[in-house]
C-alpha cells in the first residue's frame, strides 16, 4: 500500500514570496490534516478536511496560509507571502476514519527554510 | 481540540534499560494514540488503547490507560538505540481533530 506522499521535500525562499506545497493521501482516507511543526515543537495542527470539506481551521492564518482539498482526494497548502517565522516542517497526514479516531498516517514532510 | 501533555520532557537512559513516559488530558475521550518520531521525519503511529480498555501491548510497547486520573503511560521494555525518538500522544473523543502536544524526546544511549 502506497503511503502519503509529500513534494518537494525541501523548499528554500527569501522572505515575501510564494511557496506550495503537495500532498496524495492514502487512496480510500478521507481525512487530510496539514501540519506545522516548528523545530523542537510537537506539530500543530493548520487545516483538517473531511473528503473535500473543512473540519477545523481555527490554527491556519488565514491571512497568508491557503488550502484545499480538490474532489476530496490531492491537497495543496500555500503561504503567501512567506515570513522568516513559517520556517518549519510540514506534514501531511491521512485517515480513513473521522476526526480522531483513529490511526493517521503521516508523509515525510516538507522541510520549508525562509530567508 | 483536546491535546494530551506529554511527560517528562526529555528523557535519556541506557539501552536495555526500560522507558516510561507519561500523558495527561483534561476531557473525556474515546480513545488515546501514541506515535514516534524519528529525527526529521514523519510521525508514526504505534498504537491505541481505547477508552474502556486499561492496559494493551504490542511488541515491546506496554500502554496503560486511567481514565479516572485522565492519564497514560507507554512503557518501552529493552530499550535499543533503535528507539531514540520523539513520541507524542493524542487523545481522541470522536469529534476533536488529532492534535498533539510538544512530546517526549528519548535519547536511547548505546
Known amino acids: 500500500e502506497a503511503g502519503v506522499a509529500q513534494s518537494p521535500r525541501y523548499k528554500i525562499i527569501e522572505k515575501r514570496q510564494s511557496v506550495a506545497f503537495w500532498c496524495n493521501p492514502i487512496?480510500?482516507?478521507?481525512?487530510l490534516y496539514w501540519y506545522q511543526q516548528i523545530l523542537g515543537q510537537g506539530p500543530k495542527l493548520l487545516i483538517q478536511?473531511?473528503?473535500?470539506?473543512?473540519?477545523?481551521d481555527s490554527q491556519l492564518p488565514k491571512d497568508r496560509f491557503s488550502a484545499e482539498r480538490l474532489k476530496g482526494v490531492d491537497s495543496t497548502l500555500k503561504i503567501q507571502p512567506a515570513k522568516l517565522e513559517d520556517s518549519a516542517v510540514y506534514l501531511c497526514?491521512?485517515?480513513?476514519?473521522?476526526?480522531?479516531?483513529?490511526?493517521?498516517?503521516f508523509g515525510q514532510g516538507t522541510r520549508l527554510t525562509v530567508v | 481540540s483536546q491535546q494530551g501533555e506529554e511527560d517528562p520532557q526529555a528523557l535519556s537512559i541506557q539501552e536495555g534499560e526500560n522507558a516510561t513516559m507519561n500523558c495527561s488530558y483534561k476531557?473525556?475521550?474515546?480513545?488515546l494514540q501514541w506515535y514516534r518520531q524519528n529525527s526529521g521525519r514523519g510521525l508514526v503511529h504505534l498504537i491505541l488503547?481505547?477508552?474502556?480498555?486499561r492496559e494493551k501491548h504490542s511488541g515491546r510497547l506496554r500502554v496503560t490507560l486511567d481514565t479516572s486520573k485522565k492519564s497514560s503511560s507507554l512503557l518501552i521494555t529493552a530499550s535499543r538505540a533503535a528507539d531514540t525518538a520523539s513520541y507524542f500522544c493524542?487523545?481522541?473523543?470522536?469529534?476533536?481533530?488529532?492534535?498533539f502536544g510538544k512530546g517526549t524526546r528519548l535519547s536511547v544511549i548505546a
Open positions: 497526514a491521512s485517515s480513513f476514519m473521522a476526526q480522531g479516531a483513529g490511526e493517521a498516517f
Open positions: 487512496s480510500g482516507h478521507a481525512t
Open positions: 478536511f473531511q473528503n473535500n470539506g473543512v473540519v477545523d
Open positions: 476531557t473525556s475521550i474515546n480513545n
Open positions: 488503547i481505547r477508552s474502556n480498555e
Open positions: 493524542a487523545p481522541g473523543s470522536g469529534n476533536t481533530p488529532l492534535v
